[in-house]
């Protein structure tokens, strides 16, 4: 099975990031710059916390706030789990699932190295799949 590291080899260790004193408006906007769902909270190196669209819609939209006036900080996740490089793809999937989130912090030495999200897990799955299909047509076939 393969490792979430290898993932990241193939997709690049791009780390989006917002300090916790920026506001929601500054986060949900560089999540659509970005193209992604969630963003690390970070202070330098370390990791404080998580910020998705979900927490956006749900802790501010749905409450009335102001992205303006709300600061990260105040609806960030804080209890983050991170994974290892050498986690397999599968019990990363079989993680996100059974916690109910979709982007996971890859750690490697202490430090954050990049993020996979269940959509890039779901992929590699996918090709591995269709991997094995094609062998077994080709075995078949004789």
């Not at 749900?58 to 900080?73: F, M, N, Y």
């Not at 890859?106 to 090709?127: A, M, P």
Request: glycine letters at 10%.
């Amino acid at each position: 099975m393969k490792a979430i590291g290898t993932i990241l080899t193939n997709k690049g260790g791009q780390i989006w990031s917002v300090a916790p004193c920026d506001t929601m408006l500054q986060a949900i906007t560089t999540m659509a710059e970005r193209g992604v769902g969630a963003l690390l909270v970070m202070e330098g190196t370390k990791l404080l916390g998580i910020i998705s669209e979900r927490d956006y819609a749900r802790r501010v939209i749905l409450k009335g706030r102001r992205s303006a006036d709300t600061r990260v900080e105040e609806i960030m996740t804080r209890d983050v789990i991170a994974v290892s490089v050498d986690m397999t793809v599968e019990q990363g999937l079989a993680l996100m699932t059974e916690r109910f989130f979709r982007h996971l912090p890859v750690i490697e030495d202490g430090q954050v190295i990049g993020v996979v999200s269940i959509g890039d897990l779901v992929k590699e799955i996918i090709k591995d799949q269709q991997f094995v299909i094609e062998e077994l047509r080709r075995y078949v076939a004789g």
